[in-house]
C-alpha cells in the first residue's frame, strides 16, 4: 500500500485514494472508481488509426494520459503513451492500464483488448526515473510491489480476449505484459528483452512461469537469468508471436480486419474456453508472481539495483543540464 508519496497517487484516481482497494477487492471495484473519477471514453467511429499516429491522440483528460484507451467497435485500444520516455512505464502509467483492463472486465461493448505502444517502441520496460520524484527510492518502494500485483492481477482476471499488439523494442515489463496475453503480434523490427540480472532484479509478472512454459527451462534461462535479446523471428519460431508484420501498411490491411473478426465470435464460447485454458494455470501464475515479489523486494535493497539507480539518476540529470 501506497505510505506518504501523495504524487503517485494523482492523476488517474483523482479525488481518491489508490489505496483504499486492498489486494482482496476485485477489479469491478477499480473499474467503478474509473469510471466516477474520469470522463468515459466515447466510442470513436470508423477504422483504427495507423500506430504511427497513436502518439498524436489528444484527450480531454485534467491530465496528460500516460495510457490512451480507445473503443473502437468492439475493440479497447489500450495504447502506452509516453513517447518522451520510450513508452517506460511510470506509476501513472501502470494506474491507466490498471483501469483499462478493469473496465474492459466489467464493459459488455468490449470483445477484444489490444495493447500496444504509441510511435516505433512498444515499452522500455519500467521508469527508473520516477524514482527521483520521491523524497527517497524508499518511498517509492513502500508501494512498487502491491501497484505492481494489482496491474498483474488486472490483466489475468480480464475474460475478454488480450492481444498484444508489439510495435517495436519490447523491453522488461512490457515483456513479461506480453507473455501474459492471449495473442502476441509483432513488427519484424521489434526485440524482447528482460536485463533484470543486470539491474540486480529477477523474473517478474510471473515470467519465471510464463517463459519456461513459452520458450523451455534453456531459453527462459538465457532471456531472464542472462539478460539476451530475442528477435522477432525467434519469437515467431517458437510460437510466442502469431504473425509478424513488415509494415504499418500490413498491419492496417491484415491485423484490424482480424480483430473485427474476433469481435463478432460468440464471446460465452471464448470466454468458457479462455477460463478453461487458465482453470490449472492460474494459481501456478499467482504463486509466481507472490515469490517473485518477495524476492524482488530483497533485491532491490541490493548494491547492484542501488547503484543501477544511482547512475541512471546521474545520467538523467546530465541529459537535463544539457538541454537548458
Not at 97 to 118: S, W
Not at 176 to 181: I, R, S
Not at 190 to 212: D, V
Not at 261 to 289: C, D, G, I, N
Amino acid at each position: 500500500m501506497e505510505h506518504k508519496t501523495s504524487r503517485s497517487t494523482t492523476g488517474l484516481w483523482t479525488g481518491r485514494d489508490f489505496t483504499r482497494f486492498s489486494c482482496k477487492q476485485t477489479a469491478h471495484e477499480m473499474a467503478s472508481a474509473y469510471r466516477t473519477d474520469t470522463e468515459v471514453v466515447k466510442p470513436a467511429t470508423g477504422p483504427a488509426p495507423p500506430l504511427s499516429t497513436m502518439s498524436k491522440v489528444e484527450t480531454t483528460k485534467i491530465r496528460k494520459r500516460e495510457v490512451v484507451s480507445e473503443l473502437r467497435e468492439h475493440i479497447l485500444i489500450v495504447t502506452i503513451n509516453r513517447p518522451q520516455s520510450r513508452n517506460a512505464l511510470n506509476r501513472n502509467a501502470i494506474y491507466d492500464l490498471i483501469a483499462a483492463f478493469a473496465d474492459a472486465t466489467y464493459n459488455k461493448d468490449i470483445k477484444v483488448v489490444v495493447l500496444t505502444g504509441c510511435g516505433d517502441i512498444f515499452s522500455a520496460g519500467n521508469d527508473l526515473k520516477q524514482i527521483q520524484d520521491y523524497p527517497s527510492p524508499e518511498d517509492y518502494f513502500y508501494g512498487a510491489n502491491y501497484i505492481l500485483k494489482s496491474l498483474i492481477k488486472s490483466v489475468l482476471v480480464c475474460p475478454k480476449l488480450t492481444v498484444c499488439l508489439v510495435n517495436g523494442p519490447c523491453i522488461g515489463i512490457g515483456f513479461t505484459l506480453a507473455a501474459l496475453c492471449d495473442l502476441v503480434y509483432c513488427s519484424r523490427a521489434a526485440y524482447f528483452h528482460t536485463p533484470f540480472s543486470q539491474l540486480g532484479l529477477c523474473a517478474e509478472a510471473c515470467s519465471s512461469y510464463t517463459f519456461p512454459q513459452l520458450f523451455g527451462t534453456s531459453w527462459a534461462s538465457k532471456l531472464l537469468m542472462l539478460g539476451e535479446k530475442l528477435t522477432a523471428e525467434q519469437a515467431h519460431q517458437f510460437g510466442f508471436v502469431v504473425e509478424l508484420y513488415d509494415s504499418q501498411q500490413e498491419v492496417q490491411e491484415k491485423f484490424w480486419p482480424k480483430m473485427h473478426e474476433y469481435t463478432r465470435l460468440p464471446y460465452e464460447s471464448l470466454h468458457a474456453t479462455k477460463q478453461l485454458m487458465r482453470l490449472h494455470r492460474q494459481p501456478q501464475l499467482l504463486k509466481a508472481l507472490d515469490e517473485e515479489l518477495k524476492q524482488i523486494a530483497k533485491l532491490r535493497q541490493g548494491p547492484v539495483y542501488r547503484r543501477a539507480i544511482e547512475e541512471f539518476s546521474k545520467k538523467s540529470k546530465s541529459i537535463n543540464k544539457s538541454k537548458l
